[in-house]
């Protein structure tokens, strides 16, 4: 399960806009806007597109049950 808020905030934090995010990770401002408000599951290969793009390690936003 990956950490929304968490993403949200960075993106907030560094001043990025969630279009210029989406285009870096090749998906729709739209899809972008739906996986960060929880209304769409986020696939593997888009998670590891959106680190990419916010230039973070894979495992940044990754939750784990303790």
């Known amino acids: 399960m990956i950490d929304r ?5 960075m993106i907030g934090e560094r ?3 969630q279009k210029v ?3 870096k ?3 729709t401002e739209r899809q972008l806007s739906l996986i960060l ?3 769409r599951k986020c696939d593997v290969d888009e998670y ?3 680190c990419i793009a916010l230039e973070v390690p894979v495992a ?7």
């Open 21 to 23: 995010i989406a285009e």
């Open 48 to 50: 590891i597109r959106i």
């Open 37 to 39: 408000s929880g209304k």
């Open 60 to 66: 940044t936003f990754i939750l784990q049950d303790l």
């Open 15 to 17: 001043g990025y806009k």
């Open 5 to 9: 808020n968490a993403i949200k905030k």
């Open 25 to 27: 990770a090749k998906v």
